[in-house]
T-cell receptor, first 110, second 114 residues
Framework: GENVEQHPSTLSVQEGDSAVIKCTYSDSASNYFPWYKQELGKRPQLIID?????GEKKDQRIAVTLNKTAKHFSLHITETQPEDSAVYFCAATYNNDMRFGAGTRLTVKP | EAQVTQNPRYLITVTGKKLTVTCSQN?????MSWYRQDPGLGLRQIYY???????DKGDVPEGYKVSRKEKRNFPLILESPSPNQTSLYFCASTPGTSGRGEQFFGPGTRLTVL
């Protein structure tokens, strides 16, 4: 089955800096890669996703890149703000089962 | 309001006492799933359902059962809970019959098994 690894597990940046979180997956058939943000005590919420026929997708300060050959995808957050502080999860799926990474705790220091 | 609801939100129980966590969505979504969240392990899928009467195992199904008799409801059943099932549980739903789409999560159920 699919295995998703996520790095780093914790990330601390200064407000205004960029943050990058990386994930690798094992099943080359995986074709959908979402990213979820989970604030403390709340439920995960989708922030951006990408499908395997696209190499990059951007939504304001957030972007995701996908390298199918290397089987890795990354989340990029530019101009970070304190409200970006949360746990971020990547995920991958081919068929119907969703596999998540272990999460990255991002702290944005004012 | 479009939402996924779970009950109860918090539950403390003892080993071996059967329990059910309910999940309901009002968005007419076909796909529903259950996850458990544990520190350092992220979200792990327990079971998923692509439509009524269609369910399948996820990554960690042992010790759990599900049923999907109606589109809106997807209860999680622990026939004989054990302490290693102490966790935070999330139900989620997605439009379409696959998991390839935005998952709308419920508020979570924090379960403690003594």
């Amino acid at each position: 089955g699919e295995n998703v690894e996520q790095h780093p597990s914790t990330l601390s940046v200064q407000e205004g800096d960029s943050a990058v979180i990386k994930c690798t997956y094992s099943d080359s058939a995986s074709n959908y890669f979402p990213w979820y943000k989970q604030e403390l005590g709340k439920r995960p919420q989708l922030i951006i996703d990408i499908r395997s026929n696209v190499g990059e997708k951007k939504d304001q300060r957030i972007a995701v890149t996908l390298n199918k050959t290397a089987k890795h995808f990354s989340l990029h957050i530019t101009e970070t703000q304190p409200e970006d502080s949360a746990v971020y999860f990547c995920a991958a799926t081919y068929n119907n089962d969703m596999r998540f990474g272990a999460g990255t705790r991002l702290t944005v220091k004012p | 309001e479009a939402q996924v609801t779970q009950n109860p939100r918090y539950l403390i129980t003892v080993t071996g006492k059967k329990l059910t966590v309910t999940c309901s969505q009002n968005m007419n979504h076909e796909y529903m799933s259950w996850y458990r969240q544990d520190p350092g392990l992220g979200l792990r899928q327990i079971y998923y359902s692509m439509n009524v009467e269609v369910t399948d195992k996820g990554d960690v199904p042992e010790g759990y059962k599900v049923s999907r008799k109606e589109k809106r409801n997807f209860p999680l059943i622990l026939e004989s809970p054990s302490p290693n099932q102490t966790s935070l549980y999330f139900c989620a739903s997605t439009p379409g019959t696959s998991g390839r789409g935005e998952q709308f999560f419920g508020p979570g159920t924090r379960l403690t098994v003594l």
